[in-house]
């Protein structure tokens, strides 16, 4: 059964600090990999997606890396701001064959003016 | 495209209640997902669709939870009778199908907030 694990469960930093998330999984069979955002009593906004076949993706100041043999990823947020503040979670697709996201519990970062 | 959009947004019933939750997905997705969320557990599928069809609902917790997708636009999540270990927060996603870059990428809708008494 395919376990996500993020840590840490918590991060705070001053604006203006570049960070790193980091999200590990047992499968490494993975179809693909999804960095979500989660606002506080919103939905899970997705930030990118990096298919098993691909070892980066980025958007704007985010990175995302993909490690599938050692069963890792990292969400890399350049030049922080307080407006990133916000729960990060990660999740991973097991298979083309399946639809299922299997989700880590996230980190919440809270980026200080 | 307006997005995911789920009804109600909170939701507070009495235990024993029939609790109804509402999901329309994005226009186009095939498939649709129904999610639960928890401190204690975080994000856990319940169910998910393709094509109106249920494929997987192996997470379903128990038989007072069903499922419906009656067409390609509307889905509806049922708990009867409901319980205070049910209180979460619902939240719905689509997805397309196929393969390439930004298929099977899930978009989330914002979530119902339940509160069952």
Redesign the interface.
């Known amino acids: 059964k395919q376990e996500v694990t993020q840590i840490p469960a918590a991060l705070s930093v001053p604006e203006g600090e570049n960070l790193v998330l980091n999200c590990s999984f047992t499968d490494s069979a993975i179809y693909n990999l999804q960095w979500f955002r989660q606002d506080p009593g919103k939905g899970l906004t997705s930030l990118l997606l990096i298919q098993s076949s691909q070892r980066e993706q980025t958007s704007g100041r985010l990175n995302a890396s993909l490690d599938k043999s050692s069963g890792r990823s990292t969400l890399y947020i350049a030049a922080s701001q307080p407006g990133d503040s916000a729960t990060y979670l990660c999740a991973v697709k097991s298979g083309a064959g399946s639809y299922q996201l299997t989700f880590g519990k996230g980190t919440k970062l809270s980026v200080i003016p | 495209d307006a997005g995911?959009i789920q009804s109600p947004r909170h939701e507070v019933t009495e235990m024993g209640q029939e609790v109804t939750l509402r999901c329309k997905p994005i226009s186009g997705h095939d498939?649709l997902?129904w999610y639960r969320q928890t401190m204690m557990r975080?994000?856990?599928?319940l169910i998910?669709f393709?094509n109106n069809v249920p494929?997987?609902d192996s997470g379903m917790p128990e038989d007072r939870f069903s499922a419906k997708m009656p067409n390609a636009s509307f889905s509806t999540l049922k708990i009867q009778p409901s319980e205070p270990r049910d209180s979460a927060v619902y939240?719905c996603?689509s997805?397309t199908?196929g393969?390439g870059?930004?298929y099977?990428?899930?978009?989330?809708?914002?979530?119902t907030?339940l509160t069952v008494l």
């Open positions: 995911v498939y997902f975080g994000l856990e599928l998910y393709n494929i997987d939240f996603a997805s199908g393969f870059n930004s099977n990428e899930q978009f989330f809708g914002p979530g907030r």
